[in-house]
């Protein structure tokens, strides 16, 4: 695998802060195993919101399995459909 094809991955090494209007992040940036660089990631505010929203969902779901599905059903025995 060429180094471009390598997947890129970051691992976060502060806590997120207001910068003006955007969420700051510093993080380390891996291609493969290798540490290419430390950067400072800026995310709008709706950035931030919508990741916020997806990792909890994602975090939600491991942590409670087939929740949602339970979710559905019960909103579905609670209406009717």
Same mark, same amino acid.
Do not use: C, N
């Given at each position: &695998? ?7 991955? $970051? ?7 207001? +910068? ?5 992040? #510093? ?6 195993? +290798? ?7 800026? $995310? #709008?505010?709706?950035?931030? #919101?919508? $990741? ?6 994602? $975090? ?6 087939? &929740? ?6 019960? #909103?579905? &025995?609670?209406?009717?459909?």
């Amino acid at each position: &695998m060429a180094d471009d094809e390598a997947p890129r991955r $970051l691992k976060l090494t502060g806590g997120a802060r207001m +910068v003006g209007d955007h969420v700051a992040v #510093s993080a380390m940036v891996f291609r493969g195993p +290798v540490h290419i660089a430390t950067e400072e990631v800026f $995310l #709008s505010v709706d950035d931030a #919101s919508v $990741l916020q929203a997806q990792l909890t969902r994602a $975090l939600d779901h491991r942590a409670f399995p087939g &929740m949602e599905r339970r979710e559905r059903e019960k #909103s579905r &025995m609670q209406y009717g459909f």
